[in-house]
């Protein structure tokens, strides 16, 4: 996948959910570390150093006050195709923005796609279907197909990414059920968009995470079919789950106690299930992709922080422990002192490493070394009742 190499290591760092350049965007002054007015190569993150060539438009070997600007404007314009535009060209990709994959027409059951100008292949082309965090309460879908531009650039893949409601409208289950309609949407449209619907692999952060999963381990689990929209009759079954430190076990969530109060009847997962975690268990049970866990289910790519303030690292754990005695192939990557987000290249080898063997059919080894190297991004939240100016309460990935 080298086509995408150089640009996939600071998209995947600038569009996550929870990344610090893409939250509070980079200071020209602040890179500036030695202050002489321009920004060598070797003051940029590690994640950033692979794209400098493309910043530093007249390749004089530093970035100018102007090269940095004219960056940011093209990162901060990337960034806002988000915002409901249609039929758009991104450098050799073309987006399509907010189409309707169930029939219910609420604003929350859309989705984006992005497909190569160029395809590398004569083939119908695997899939990448995204699936944004927020805590169940938060996030659009919109930003999130960045992640994958890269990658369909490469012309070896098409992406899609979906929405669905949040707990604002309603509760569990139906965020699975938009996604399991927005997945047999992407299957039913195979001919159409030219891609493949048995070659599928699902990736999320944090609640997306939580989702992706439940994805990979439910889809011949008849009571979490909701059965919504007009294409009932296509499988749920993905080829492979990317989660990136999804919730596993709603009823573990708090145990240890952590940063967040997990089980409080205001929290995030509370608001998921319809009530206190600890007051209504067979949700809580039922919501939890460890629940399903079988022989047969998806292989998986676990990405866990080991600093993780927001889902325990334990959940983690516990769920890749799940699978392996089920005997499904799962691979789990400690990030070694990362909170709820990182990024660096060694994230970026095991997310190629996973999507060439399990779409592209490449005979790779994807490795579970702990991961050592990686830029930790999380944005802690502040302790109940306190709040901090740059951040909304209650937001998280």
């Known amino acids: 996948m080298n086509a995408y190499m150089p640009t996939y290591g600071l998209v995947l760092c600038l569009f996550m959910a ?23 190569k070797d003051e940029l993150p590690n994640a950033a150093q692979r794209l400098f060539d493309q910043i530093d438009t007249n390749s004089d070997g530093s970035v100018s006050k102007q090269e940095f600007a004219a960056f940011e404007s093209r990162r901060r314009a990337l960034q806002a195709q988000g915002e409901g535009q249609t039929g758009d060209m991104v450098e050799g990709v073309k987006v399509t923005r907010n189409i309707p994959y169930a029939d219910q ?33 938060g996030g659009t879908h919109g930003p999130f197909l960045n992640r994958a531009i890269p990658l369909v650039r490469s012309g070896e893949f098409a992406a899609v990414s979906l929405g669905y409601r949040l707990t604002d409208q309603a509760s569990w289950p139906v965020q699975i059920h938009d996604c399991q309609a927005g997945l047999r949407w992407v299957k039913a449209n195979a001919e159409k968009y030219h891609w493949d619907p048995e070659r599928i692999v699902v990736w999320g952060s944090s ?33 492979g789950v990317i989660d990136f430190f999804g919730p596993a076990n709603m009823l573990t969530m708090g145990d240890p106690p952590g940063f967040e109060r997990h089980f409080a009847a205001d929290s995030p997962e509370s608001k998921l299930l319809g009530g206190p975690v600890k007051e209504v268990p067979e949700v809580a049970k039922g919501a939890s992709p ?42 789990f990557v400690p990030v070694e002192g ?11 080898q095991r997310v190629e490493a996973f999507l060439d063997k399990i779409l592209l059919g490449k005979t790779v080894k994807v490795s579970s070394e702990p991961i050592k190297s990686a830029q930790s991004i999380q944005r802690r939240r502040p302790l109940r009742g306190q709040q901090r100016p740059d951040q909304e309460e209650g937001k998280r990935e």
Do not use: C
């Open 18 to 40: 929870t990344t610090t350049w893409a939250q509070q965007g980079p200071s020209f002054n602040r890179l500036d570390r030695n202050k002489d007015g321009k920004i060598e």
């Open 105 to 137: 027409n609420l604003p929350r059951q859309k989705l984006d796609i992005a497909i190569p100008e160029k395809s590398a292949t004569d083939k119908p082309l695997p899939v990448i279907v995204l699936i944004h965090g927020g805590g169940w309460q």
């Open 207 to 239: 609640a997306g995470g939580h989702l992706v999963a439940m994805l990979g381990v439910s889809a011949d689990v008849a009571e979490l079919d909701g059965k919504l929209g007009p294409h009932t009759d296509e499988s749920l079954q993905v080829a």
């Open 290 to 331: 460890q629940t399903y866990v079988s022989q047969g289910d998806a292989p998986f790519l676990i990405l866990h922080g080991t600093d993780d303030r927001t889902v325990p690292y334990q959940q983690s754990v516990d769920f890749h422990e799940a699978l392996k005695k089920a005997g499904v192939d799962s691979t």
């Open 338 to 348: 990362a909170g709820h987000g990182f990024a660096g290249q060694e994230v970026n």
